[in-house]
Nanobody
């Protein structure tokens, strides 16, 4: 069994910063890509940022230059540093990991964390 536990998030003012972390645990043989997704009320879930196991990153255009994704492979943990936050960043954020337990990789998701940007 694999579990992804998220930490962080909360309330920030516009222009402020927040950090998220997500730790994977359980019967993990290896992890491929890890990433952060978000879902705002009434909208579909969208990709925010992803990072490969070699550190190659991809960002949504809306967060480029403001958000930074990183990971610690030894700890099976992915991070998201969010700076210069905007009200439109308000959403529930989910971490994702492509985990190999036995042979094939499968997607696992964190429990979700609310991020609210408001004055």
């Amino acid at each position: 069994q694999v579990q992804l536990l998220q930490y962080g998030g909360g309330l920030a003012q516009p222009g402020g910063s927040l950090g998220l972390s997500c730790a994977a645990s359980g019967s993990i043989r290896s992890i491929n890509d890890m990433g952060w997704y978000r879902q705002a009320p009434g909208k579909q879930r969208e990709s925010v940022a992803t990072i490969s196991n070699r550190g190659v990153t991809n960002y949504a255009d809306s967060v480029k230059g403001r958000f930074t994704i990183s990971r610690d492979n030894a700890k099976n943990t992915v991070y998201l540093q969010m700076n210069s936050l905007k009200p439109e960043d308000t959403a529930v954020y989910y971490c994702n990991a492509q985990v190999r337990v036995v042979v094939h990789f499968s997607d696992y998701w964190g429990q979700g964390t609310q991020v609210t940007v408001s004055s």
